[in-house]
């Protein structure tokens, strides 16, 4: 059983036993919030700083994306350039202009 499910048939249980479900909503509502401060605050993320930390960790990982993409583009830039430049000369050493060049 999903927890959706879980907490549905709870308040169900419960309005059936008499809890108004305004009163039920507002409970849950209280506890998520409760909940994720916690957690939070587990993770070290509940200091007033802790915003603007992850917003200058995102754009720090979003930074090494784009570098490392860069990167690889030049890597593969160089590599066929590398590999036309093999390609000519092979091509000259088979027609054999190589007496042209000494």
Known sequence: MTDMAMLA????????????????????????QAGAERALGALGLNEPGARRDMDELRELLQAWRDAKKSAWKAVVGWAVRVGLAAVVVGMAVKLGLTEMIA
């Open 9 to 32: 048939a709870l308040m169900r249980q419960a309005e059936g036993q008499g809890v108004e479900l305004v009163t039920l909503r507002a409970l849950v509502e209280e506890a998520s």
